[in-house]
């Protein structure tokens, strides 16, 4: 059993500017530690997690692939959440973790183009107005629009342009996001390989997470 990340670092006043580790991230680390002989057989060299937060989950994958085996990028729109995951990566021995300040993918693609070997996303999946989201800071972690779905939406069709041939995708979802429905979307609609691998009841909500291949 891979240790959770140490977080200590981080004050309680700075989650009041990044999404503080709970039963989602947790959820999605349990999903990689259970995958963990299947992480390493593929021997990853390019792994990403849009939207790294406090970098728990970036930073837990570097210690199952191997620091010195793979770049680990992440992308966050609010700049504290950069800083604090390059931090969360050096208080736990992982310097390969790299953060890029940016929406989503937003000036990766082309050049990342089938190439990511291990992709993580706990997306903003709270429902909402369509208003709420977008922002810079801390709300661009849980404001998810209709359904939860808005961002989550506009990020699918980027999936199959940005996996390598045997890149690995885990995806948090909430029961309002339907992730049923997201499953059959990414099998038919995008000719993927798709399953629920896991789920979890936290308080009123049910969480689940979708892996999906090419």
């Known amino acids: 059993m891979i240790p959770t990340p140490d977080i200590s670092h981080i004050k309680k006043d700075d989650f009041d500017k990044v999404y503080e580790p709970a039963e989602d991230t947790f959820l999605l680390l349990d999903a990689l530690e259970e995958d963990v002989e299947l992480i390493k057989s ?3 060299r390019l792994c990403l997690e849009i939207g790294s937060g406090s970098g728990c989950v970036i930073t837990l994958l570097a210690k199952i692939i191997g620091d010195q085996n793979a770049l680990f990028l ?5 700049e504290f959440a950069c800083k604090i995951t390059k931090e969360t ?5 992982i310097t390969h973790i790299e953060p890029i300040r ?3 993918i937003d000036g990766l693609l082309p050049r990342l183009k089938n190439s990511i070997d291990l992709l993580c996303f706990n997306p903003p999946y709270v429902v909402t107005t369509h208003e709420e989201v977008g922002s810079m800071g801390i709300e661009a972690s849980w404001a998810g629009g209709i359904d939860g779905r808005e961002v989550i939406d506009q990020f699918l069709p980027h999936i199959k342009n940005l ?3 045997k890149g690995i995708f885990y995806l948090l979802l909430i029961n309002e996001n339907k992730p049923e429905q997201v499953v059959e979307m990414m099998k038919v609609t995008y ?5 629920i691998m896991m789920q979890r009841r936290a308080g009123r909500e049910r969480q689940f997470i ?5």
């Open 163 to 165: 996996l390598s041939p």
């Open 102 to 104: 940016t929406s989503l």
């Open 210 to 214: 979708l892996k999906i291949q090419h």
């Open 89 to 93: 990566g050096s208080k736990n021995d």
């Open 191 to 195: 000719n993927m390989k798709a399953e």
């Open 42 to 44: 593929l021997g990853p």
């Open 74 to 78: 992440t992308t966050d729109i609010n």
